[in-house]
């Protein structure tokens, strides 16, 4: 295991600059997410990380040692794709000992290992199978495996579940942070999937357009995110925002004014997660007409108009625009009156020119 120092890596394809100065300590055993939008230059990064792309600039050490250099295979890192990237005509137990023995280990320390690594992801019973005759999340784990018995510095994961259906996905998730809890080792993993970031993340890196927008735990990034791309990226439902005015210690917002101080006079966005608006509850309450009520069992989504004077240019980009995430309470009906409420407390402020949090 290894600590991990990326120092102001770069990488431009001519004039295009894909990913600006980038910057991150990993501690060692830590599990570091780095989850964006398509082309955000998350992916890009790890491939640097990894050895397959040259970086334009910077400096990459693992252990304290320069690697910046140096090929993939002596950088002593394991990689998973998304893809598996098995060998058809290998069976699973040849699958996994393949890279051992490309380095010419010990047949018998080759079988210990392979065993050991089929204990502790369930796949013993599968070792002479081949890879067409398993499932997707078998041949997931199998992929795992051979990154396991290497016993690298660091695990370097590019979007391992994307291939996976829903209900695997989650099972494969569990699966992985448990590994990692077991074994400890650094691990580098790319998503665009923000569910995975945060459930399984020591500490999340939100990119985008090739720059980091923030660096924190998955609870501080929910609580205080650092702007308003963060503010909508994290949460699902994203964020509601709508324009407010901020005076004197007073927030007028969505047709009311709350005791909420912003830092400073001025127009403000303000930030409202749909879970936390409540039906006829709260310090603060509004009425609305719903636009749209989509039930979900346990839960509704009601979307409802914030209003010309209080739309965003987020809120317009919205088809069905703002959402409240209430628990079933019976019949909510389109048109008619219902009053939501909130805790002014919950309220994220943005500044209407900048996009920072206040």
């Known amino acids: 295991m290894a600590n991990i120092s990326i120092r102001n890596v770069e990488k431009s394809y001519g004039a295009l600059n894909v990913l600006k100065p980038f910057s ?50 002596d950088r002593d890192i394991a990689m998973v794709f998304q893809n598996y990237a098995l060998y058809p005509h290998l069976t699973v137990r040849q699958n996994v000992g393949f890279g051992l023995r490309m380095r010419g280990m010990d047949s ?41 018995v290497r016993q690298p510095r660091a695990f370097l994961m590019d979007e391992p579940l994307s291939n996976l259906d829903a209900k695997l996905r989650v099972h494969m998730r569990a699966e992985i942070g448990a590994l990692h809890q077991r074994i400890g080792t650094t691990t580098v993993y790319v998503t665009h999937d923000q569910v995975e970031a945060m459930t399984m993340a020591d500490r999340v890196v939100i990119m985008r357009g090739g720059e980091i927008q923030q660096i924190a735990p998955p609870e501080e990034l929910f609580q205080r995110p650092a702007n308003l791309f963060v ?37 403000v966005i303000v930030g409202l997660r749909p879970e936390h608006l409540r039906i006829g509850e709260g310090r603060a309450q509004f009425s609305v007409r719903p636009t749209l009520v989509e039930s979900l069992g346990s839960e509704k989504y009601v979307y409802f108009d914030a209003g010309a004077p209080y739309r965003t240019e987020s809120d317009s980009e919205r088809s069905k625009g703002l959402i409240a995430r209430v628990a079933h309470s019976g019949p909510i009906a389109a048109g008619s009156e219902l009053v939501l409420g909130y805790d002014p407390d919950d309220l994220h402020l943005f500044d209407a020119q900048t996009g920072l949090a206040l």
């Open 231 to 267: 503010a909508g990226f994290i949460g699902s439902p994203g964020m509601n925002m709508v324009r407010g005015m901020a005076s004197g210690g007073r927030l007028s917002v969505l047709g009311h004014e709350v005791d909420r101080r912003a830092g400073r006079d001025g127009p």
């Open 24 to 73: 991150l300590e990993i501690e060692d055993g830590e599990f570091v997410v780095l989850v964006g939008p398509s082309g955000c230059g998350k992916s890009t990064m790890l491939k640097i990380l990894a050895g397959l792309e040259p970086a334009s600039g910077g400096q990459i050490l693992i252990g304290g040692e320069d690697v910046t250099d140096l090929a993939p295979g």
């Open 108 to 148: 018998a320390e080759i079988t210990r290992r392979v065993n050991d690594a089929a204990q502790v992801l369930e796949i013993g019973p599968y070792l002479d199978r081949r890879p067409k005759d398993l499932s997707g999340g078998q041949r997931q784990r199998v992929a795992l495996g051979r990154a396991i």
